[in-house]
């Protein structure tokens, strides 16, 4: 598929149709095929100026631009050319002088690359830049003297230095002319190899006598539009009888030289012969042109006519040289020939490694084939000895494969695994197939980034938790740790209770764990005698996106402790039922009495019971069995020995500390059931009269306590009430009346001076008397009390009521505190007989 585009940009100046410009502007898309597309411009264009449209040209857009990141890669780093990637044109960055970059060779084209990522794309772009004619002819002198022997006959040729004009094909020199043309003509003589030069050629004969000198005028022109041109003056002056010039024996040389060739390497011997004699024979050799610095690369002998290296040589540089050279006489006639010079390639260079773009790092779940690097490697050599093979270690996962000329590509070529190798060296090796080869290498250092794609892992699935029962809440059980091979937030773990029902709770009423160090905490106190065990999960979660997760297993076991003491199941102690075991009188040694049963919930050596006779009414009759609470006789029963025997047993577990219960065993010595019915029939009597006689001295010693604590209440009270009044009354006295003192109108019924508790009466009292009120109401008995009435009568009323308030608190006040002192002698006397004697009874 081939696409041109022509643009062309035409300055009219004047009436005259489609005149040359300097700026003309041609653009040629030439060809785009598979990436590539070739323009065409002239050089010493303005920056900016537009030099193509790779969007239409390439069949891109400008968002396809943008997200690649796209730039421009030359080999050379130059910059002629831009990228405007918001138009998606290619424009002139800086100025092209295509005689600067170059000089003869044509045509003259800079070539690049466009580069695009994501996917990584490679586009060749070839910029053909056309000469214009923007440089006129010029000499290398100012002034050329020649001398001529008179004798010379027409036909006398007489070579002259070609002008020379940086421009190529057209724009170069097309013409010369000579004037004035009387005695010489000019001829432009065309060589073998296509290149061209001028020589003067005499026309009619000279003759010294009539003019010894001649000036002329030799102009160049140029084949541009408009048409430039350049001159030199050439004076001629006539000499008189060497009339054979030197002769070259080859018209032009031609030699081979390798580039690593020494200093001081004849290469060549040139000779020229002289038909004339004596000293007119004699030949000297030199350079009459020189062309691309060849003076400062080789020497001329001027009188063996040997050339040789003086320079150093590069084929890189310049593969072939032209070099004109002259042989003159003594007399001044001169011939000329070209040697031309070919300097053949050495594999001197090796190759050059160049990554022009690195994606690093790369995920380690890259699929293959992805594209990692995009590099140039380029042997300035040439033929086999630039021929690049490129190559990696077979054991990487990794490829290199090429693109385009000098453009390779490394991708991988396995799966990636970044926790079994987290980075590679990753050697590129270059190697030419000169003769020795050479070769280069070049190490990218490729890191992997991480995903998330391991889950975190415990040590164990199973873990196993030991914590005492009773436990403060808070307390640590264990840590959890799990690992997890990736990194980074990926490889950050936090933990989590599993939410599960445990009891019929959920599991975190019970336990929490700390989600950055994975501690299990128990939330609440634990009693082994109600759960011994508990199973919970816990969750351990990383920070990946998504994230992923595994469980481990906690068997929580709680430790027994030793919180409850023995309880025991017989003999039943009842309060309301007397019960005995009965021994016959006749038992031997041995016999067995009862069995003490009794049990500890709790576990291990905490419920490892042992039995101890604590009391017995004959210690010497019965023994308890320490492990099986076996109640025997320890001797014969005899008939001195009491009907009633009571035994006191303790049991005390094996804990730290131990704890005990006690029972009481009541025995009955004797043969028959009546006896022991009527024996412990008293008894029974006895222990229920003991029993009552124990709950009314505790009741007595309850209420001597109420009235002791009462009368100490009482006295206490009645301190602060009369030192509150007196203070009342001295605060209050200046104000009140004198009141006068009337003895109480009241009989005294019952020969103690005070009133029965049958009358009542209500006092309001304040610190003013006249404020104070007291009301009488009726008595329930007539008989209870006999009043004067008309007594009262005749007092006011104020005044009256005043008087009845001071005299009942004077007479409460009056009352003597230490008559009370004997009664709380006689109540703490009491006390302390009860105490005691409820101690020695229970």
Same mark, same amino acid.
């Given at each position: ?297 080789? $020497?001329?002998?001027? $009188? ?380 029974? $009597? ?157």
């Amino acid at each position: 598929m081939t696409v041109v585009a022509m643009s062309v940009l035409c300055c009219v100046a004047g009436k005259k149709p489609f005149p040359w410009f300097p700026l003309v502007l041609c653009v040629c898309v030439a060809e785009m095929a598979l990436g590539q597309v070739r323009y065409s411009i002239p050089e010493e264009m303005t920056t900016g100026s537009v030099v193509g449209n790779i969007i239409q040209d390439l069949g891109l857009d400008v968002k396809r631009l943008k997200s690649g990141r796209a730039r421009i890669f030359t080999e050379d780093g130059s910059e002629y050319i831009g990228l405007n990637a918001e138009k998606g044109t290619l424009i002139v960055a800086k100025r092209i002088d295509r005689e600067d970059l170059c000089k003869q060779v044509s045509p003259c084209s800079l070539h690049f690359q466009i580069i695009l990522e994501n996917p990584m794309e490679l586009h060749r772009i070839d910029v053909e830049i056309t000469d214009i004619n923007d440089n006129a002819p010029f000499f290398p002198k100012k002034e050329y003297n020649f001398q001529v022997i008179e004798s010379a006959s027409p036909g006398a040729r007489y070579p002259l230095e070609s002008a020379r004009d940086p421009d190529v094909a057209q724009n170069t020199i097309q013409t010369y002319k000579l004037n004035p043309t009387e005695h010489f003509k000019l001829n432009v003589v065309s060589r073998p190899d296509g290149s061209k030069y001028i020589e003067m050629v005499l026309h009619t004969p000279l003759d010294r006598e009539k003019q010894e000198e001649h000036k002329l005028t030799l102009m160049a022109f140029d084949g541009g539009n408009p048409q430039k041109s350049g001159s030199v003056k050439i004076n001629v002056g006539v000499l008189d009888a060497n009339d054979n010039a030197p002769i070259f024996s080859q018209s032009a040389y031609r030699v081979t030289v390798p580039e690593n060739a020494s200093r001081g390497t004849v290469i060549l011997t040139v000779s020229a012969t002289d038909n004339d004699k004596g000293a007119n024979e004699e030949v000297v050799y030199s350079f009459s042109q020189h062309t691309d610095g060849a003076s400062s690369l080789f $020497h001329m002998d001027p $009188h063996t006519g040997e050339m040789t290296v003086i320079g150093v040589l590069d084929y890189e540089k310049a593969k072939h040289y032209e070099i004109d050279i002259k042989a003159t006489d003594k007399g001044g006639l001169t011939d000329t020939s070209k040697i031309l010079i070919e300097v053949t390639d050495l594999n001197d260079n090796a190759p050059v490694i160049s990554v022009i773009s690195l994606s690093n790092p790369i995920a380690e779940d890259s699929a293959p084939d992805t594209v990692i690097a995009m590099l140039n490697i380029k042997d300035v050599d040439s033929g086999k000895n630039g021929h690049v093979r490129c190559f990696i270690s077979p054991d990487l996962p990794f490829k290199i494969k090429s693109s385009s000329t000098n453009f390779y590509s490394l991708m991988s070529d396995d799966v990636l695994d970044r926790e079994t190798v987290s980075e590679y060296n990753i050697t590129i090796t270059a190697t030419d197939e000169g003769s020795p080869p050479y070769s280069t290498n070049k190490t990218i250092n490729l890191r992997l980034s991480d995903v998330n794609d391991h889950a975190p892992v415990f040590p164990q699935p199973f873990l196993t938790a030991f914590i005492p029962e009773n436990n403060s809440p808070g307390m640590s059980l264990l840590s959890v740790k799990a690992s997890d091979k990736d990194s980074g937030n990926n490889a950050r773990i936090s933990y989590f209770l599993e939410d599960s029902q445990l009891n019929g709770l959920s599991a975190s009423a019970y336990f929490s764990v700390n989600a950055e160090s994975g501690e299990i905490l128990a939330v609440r106190s634990f009693d082994y005698e109600q759960t011994k065990e508990f199973r919970i999960r816990v969750r351990a979660q990383d920070g990946g996106s998504p994230p992923l997760s595994s469980n481990v297993t906690v068997k929580v076991l709680i430790q027994d402790k030793n919180d409850n003491p023995p309880q025991v199941l017989y003999p039943v102690q009842t309060g309301g039922s007397m019960v005995a075991e009965m021994v016959p009188r006749s038992a031997d040694v041995g016999y067995l009495v009862t069995k003490v049963v009794a049990v500890d919930v709790d576990s291990g050596q905490n419920a490892w019971l042992s039995y101890k006779l604590q009391k017995a009414t004959d210690r010497a009759l019965f023994e308890v069995g320490l492990q099986n609470g076996e109640i025997r006789t320890i001797r014969q029963v005899t008939d001195k020995d009491a009907v009633k025997q009571r035994l006191s047993v303790i049991v005390e577990d094996n804990g730290q500390p131990s704890r005990s219960a006690t029972v009481i065993v009541n025995v009955a010595v004797a043969d028959s059931f009546p006896e022991v019915l009527s024996e412990f029939t008293d008894f029974a $009597h006895d222990k229920e009269y003991n029993d009552k006689l124990t709950f009314y001295l505790v009741l007595a010693l309850a209420v001597v306590s109420f009235l002791f604590i009462t009368c100490l209440v009482v006295i206490i009270s009645v301190k602060i009430y009369r030192w509150r009044r007196e203070r009342l009354f001295y605060k209050s006295s200046g104000n009140l009346p004198v009141i006068p003192y009337y003895p109480p109108l009241y009989a005294d019924a019952g020969g103690t001076g005070t009133l029965k508790q049958a009358f009542s009466y209500e006092v309001y009292g304040t610190a003013d008397s006249r404020k104070s009120d007291m009301k009488c109401p009726r008595p329930f008995s007539q008989s209870t009390l006999s009043v004067d009435h008309s007594a009262t009568r005749t007092v006011p009323r104020h005044k009256t009521e005043s008087e009845n308030v001071l005299t009942e608190v004077r007479s409460a006040s009056s009352l003597p505190i230490q008559n009370l002192f004997p009664i709380l002698f006689v109540l703490r006397f009491c006390f302390f007989v009860m105490f005691n004697h409820c101690s020695l009874t229970i």
